[in-house]
């Protein structure tokens, strides 16, 4: 069984805060993805990378980065947390299916 | 370019009554169509995917969707509604020759009333 691990269920920041969500998977994808999910809006891409010190960007960037050290490890960064960025963080693996980890749910107060 | 329109934010079904969920798509390509399921709480689950094989596509807890091209719809449907079914569900498109990053809709929440 694939198993996509993320580092918090539920995270509350405060306002210009920098946010580390990590993301660690066993099945030595080498796609890994970043979505938020809103309601009313279903997942937006972030960021995604291919492989190792390799990243993308998606639909929605502005105000994140990642950073991919390890293959197994993703991580999202807020480098200063808004009250627009309180959402539903889902990483994401992909092997022709994608795999999700539970979300994080992150309040920016 | 690709997209996904789901149809109806929310869906009222009565347990044991019919289950069908609207999707639309569009893609340049033949495209690869998913369903996924996401319960309180949790991340998504894969229901089921189309991937040019079989247009009829079975997936998990008796849930299928039939691809029609001229249509350019994916609708879910289920015989019988069961109340562990209430959830929220996401249709996705990818162009499968190439990327396989996918487009999802905005997702339709399952409302199923004993």
């Known amino acids: 069984d694939v198993k996509v691990t993320q580092s918090s269920r539920y995270l509350v920041k405060r306002t210009g805060e920098k946010v580390f969500l990590e993301c660690v998977q066993d099945?030595?994808?080498?796609?890994m993805f970043w979505y938020r999910q809103d309601p009313g809006l279903g997942l937006r891409l972030i960021y995604f990378?291919?492989?190792?010190?390799?990243?993308e960007k998606g639909d929605i960037p502005e105000g994140y980065s990642v950073s991919r050290e390890k293959k197994e490890r993703f991580s999202l960064i807020l480098e200063s947390a808004s009250t627009n960025q309180t959402s539903m963080y889902l990483c994401?693996?992909?092997?022709?299916?994608?795999?999700f980890g539970p979300g994080t749910r992150l309040t920016v107060t | 370019a690709q997209s996904v329109t789901q149809l109806g934010s929310h869906v009222s079904v009565s347990e044991g009554a019919l289950v069908l969920l609207r999707c639309n798509y569009s893609?340049?390509?033949?495209?690869?169509l998913f369903w996924y399921v996401q319960y309180p709480n949790q991340g998504l689950q894969l229901l089921l995917k189309?991937?040019?094989?079989?247009?009829l596509v079975k997936g998990i807890n008796d849930f299928e969707a039939e691809f029609k091209k001229s249509e350019t719809s994916f609708h879910l449907t289920k015989p019988s509604a069961h109340m562990s079914d209430a959830a929220e569900y996401f249709c996705?498109?990818?162009?499968?020759?190439?990327?396989?990053?996918?487009?999802f809709g905005r997702g339709t929440s399952l409302i199923v009333h004993p």
């Open positions: 994401a693996t992909e092997d022709r299916d994608m795999y």
């Open positions: 099945m030595d994808h080498e796609n």
């Open positions: 990378s291919y492989d190792v010190k390799m990243k």
């Open positions: 893609s340049s390509v033949p495209p690869y």
């Open positions: 189309y991937t040019s094989a079989a247009t």
């Open positions: 996705a498109v990818s162009e499968g020759g190439g990327s396989y990053i996918p487009t």
